[in-house]
């Protein structure tokens, strides 16, 4: 069984809809540690030795997020830029987190087709997700495909909320149950792509 640590950053969870629901879905699960980065360091204050020992301890780092400026909340890379050290998480000697996987799960206000060459957004969800591709590929990680959600500002119920959370703790289910296709995952555009298409009409198109 995978160790997994998903490393949450919503700046206003009291306005989340789509993240919160997929909390209360993975907050808990055997194996999984939730990690809520802006209630742990509401002034960003990292304590970096923390940070590196919960990495160490697991076996997968989920960054968890919404998509913001076609990145993540700023927390995120404040940890990346204290916590992944030289001589520690890459460089002469920084092999502290090689052979563990690492991969985001994001939910966009924008839809599929707008993350696409021709589309509003003119890249894909992966292109706008390489500084976390090559951040982990320096640190000897394995990068995973995105689980992404889309239109999640559409998704205004927690009856409509209910797919999309249980899709997510399928996939961690997965990973840490070490059931996910590795290769596949990592060329996939989503993570969410391997698992079957859930049911509920018109939404597999997201
Ligand atoms: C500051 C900010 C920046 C955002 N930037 C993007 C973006 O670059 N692309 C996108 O598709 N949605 C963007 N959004 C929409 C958010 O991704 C969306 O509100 C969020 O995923 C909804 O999740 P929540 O219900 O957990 O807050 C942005 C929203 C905010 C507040």
Redesign the pocket.
């Known amino acids: 069984m995978n160790k997994i640590l998903i490393l949450f950053a919503?700046p206003?969870?009291e306005?989340?809809?789509?993240?919160?629901q997929?909390l209360r879905e993975v907050r808990g699960l055997p194996g999984v540690t939730f990690h809520d980065l802006y209630e742990a360091y509401p002034d960003l204050y990292i304590d970096v030795k923390r940070e590196q020992k919960l990495v160490e301890e697991h076996d997968i780092v989920i960054f968890q997020h919404?998509?913001?400026?076609?990145?993540s909340p700023a927390i995120l890379k404040e940890w990346q830029d204290l916590v992944l050290e030289y001589g520690y998480a890459y460089g002469k000697g920084g092999t502290a987190f090689a052979g563990k996987l690492m991969l985001n799960a994001?939910?966009?206000?924008?839809a599929q087709e707008?993350?696409r060459a021709e589309g509003l957004?003119r890249h894909t969800i992966r292109q706008f997700l390489a500084p976390f591709d090559q951040t982990a590929e320096l640190c000897n990680m394995t990068y995973l495909a995105p689980f992404v959600?889309?239109r999640?500002?559409f998704?205004t119920t927690e009856e409509a909320c209910k797919p999309f959370a249980s899709e997510y703790r399928k996939v961690v289910e997965a990973l840490r149950d070490g059931t996910v296709d590795i290769e596949a995952a990592r060329k996939a555009e989503r993570i969410n792509d391997l698992f079957p298409k859930f049911t509920v009409s018109g939404l597999a198109q997201r």
């Open positions: 919503h206003a969870l306005k989340s809809r789509v993240n919160l997929l919404p998509f913001y400026w076609y990145s994001i939910t966009t206000g924008g707008a993350y957004n959600i889309h999640s500002l998704i």
